[in-house]
């Protein structure tokens, strides 16, 4: 099982441009979560989705931040335009919708915009 | 108020200590309990659950609390691979499986 797999492990970007983080949940899991991590504010949940569907967005920032989810193997996460205050390791985490076993993070994308 | 709280430390130990963490949390609808451990630029990664009987993992202790909301997490015989920053997590109930993540207590095992 190759885990949870994220891309780019790392991103530099310019202030105002768009950025695309990408995962790939484990396979079975109908379940995914992508969080963000910073020193300030620790590990914070942005949204997550059971079987494809959003469920709990209240966790994004701003209107900035989308997500999306359009088949099981497959979950992206655009920030556009991106500012300096969004630089921060994003996490992409999937598990099994029943209960909270087998919460597995990915290797987490660091983001950071100049 | 944070929903789960925990000392950010550092707990600096000297090889073979005995060290404890605790975490508080908020929401008494609480109803799953987990330590996470995440070492430096890595994931996180679950550690043990906490169950309400208290549960042990070698040299791992957990204990609940419910009526204090309180969590605790005792190392003994502390190793210096034991490094890491601890996390606290909490769940609403168990179908839910969201979970609430605590600012984590960094450990430093010294030799």
């Known amino acids: 099982d190759a885990g949870v797999i994220q891309s780019p492990r790392h991103e530099v970007t310019e202030m105002g441009q768009e950025v695309t983080l990408r995962c790939k949940p484990i396979s079975g899991h109908n379940s995914l979560f992508w969080y963000r991590q910073t020193m300030m504010r620790g590990l914070e949940l942005l949204i997550y989705?059971?079987?494809?569907?959003?469920?709990?967005d209240s966790g994004m920032p701003e209107d900035r931040f989308s997500a999306k989810m359009p088949n099981a193997s497959f979950s992206t996460l655009k920030i556009q335009p991106s500012e300096p205050r969004d630089s921060a390791v994003y996490f992409c985490?999937?598990?099994?919708?029943?209960?909270?076993?087998?919460?597995?993070f990915g290797s987490g994308t660091r983001l950071t915009v100049v | 108020r944070k929903e789960v709280e925990q000392d950010p430390g550092p707990f600096n130990v000297p090889e073979g200590a005995t060290v404890a963490f605790n975490c508080t949390y908020s929401n008494s609808a609480s109803q799953s309990f987990f330590w996470y451990r995440q070492d430096c630029r890595k994931e996180p990664k679950l550690l043990m659950s906490v169950y309400s009987s208290g549960n042990e993992d070698g040299r791992f202790t957990a204990q609940l609390n419910r009526a204090s909301q309180y969590i605790s997490l005792l190392i003994r015989d502390s190793k210096l691979s034991d490094s890491a920053t601890y996390l606290c997590?909490?769940?609403?109930?168990?179908?839910?499986?969201?979970?609430?993540f605590g600012g984590g207590t960094r450990l430093m095992v010294k030799p």
């Open positions: 989705f059971n079987n494809n569907v959003p469920i709990d």
């Open positions: 997590v909490v769940t609403l109930n168990n179908a839910g499986n969201m979970l609430t």
């Open positions: 985490a999937s598990s099994l919708l029943a209960g909270p076993y087998g919460y597995t």
